[in-house]
């Protein structure tokens, strides 16, 4: 950035950087339609409510795989029950420690970023959701890009 010399100590505007959104999500291989739930804080509950708007959304004659990472509120004992009383439904596989290249939902969280965030600048929290929820919109139906971008080879 270029000053006037005979200016002193200019002063830029930006947005607070210590705000943040959480989002769980999870994306249908056969389908590619993304699931999403919003959630603040992101903890065991809060885990559970996308486990049960994910299971709302599953085909009736299959059971559902999530792969998820290890964090800790998805090894919560408060969820130990209601995962034992969907086990015919549901089912959580755990990726190896630290190995997000190895989730699908990574690459949609990525994917995300460039296309709702990269060279835009959010002058409010609720813009940068409003933009992301424009995009997640979109992708709640089933589509190729997702399908494609998850795909399991």
């Not at 291989?29 to 903890?43: E, Q, S, W, Y």
């Not at 996308?50 to 999530?66: A, C, D, G, P």
């Not at 709702?116 to 709640?140: G, K, P």
Request: aromatic share 10%; glycine share 2%.
């Amino acid at each position: 950035m270029w000053i006037p010399p005979e200016e002193k100590d200019p002063m830029t505007k930006h947005a607070p950087t210590r705000k943040s959104v959480a989002m769980f999500g999870a994306v249908n291989l056969r389908t590619g339609k993304l699931v999403t739930m919003m959630a603040n804080p992101f903890d065991a509950m809060t885990f559970k409510e996308f486990l049960i708007t994910l299971l709302r959304h599953r085909s009736k004659s299959r059971k559902m795989v999530v792969i998820i990472d290890n964090a800790r509120y998805h090894h919560a004992s408060i969820n130990r029950s209601f995962l034992f009383k969907n086990r015919k439904y549901l089912r959580l596989d755990f990726l190896p420690p630290y190995s997000p290249e190895l989730n699908p939902i990574e690459r949609v969280w990525k994917l995300v970023r460039k296309t709702c965030t990269h060279n835009q600048y959010f002058d409010s929290l609720d813009s940068l959701v409003a933009a992301v929820s424009e995009q997640v919109l979109i992708w709640h139906k089933p589509n190729p890009v997702l399908l494609k971008l998850c795909c399991i080879i």
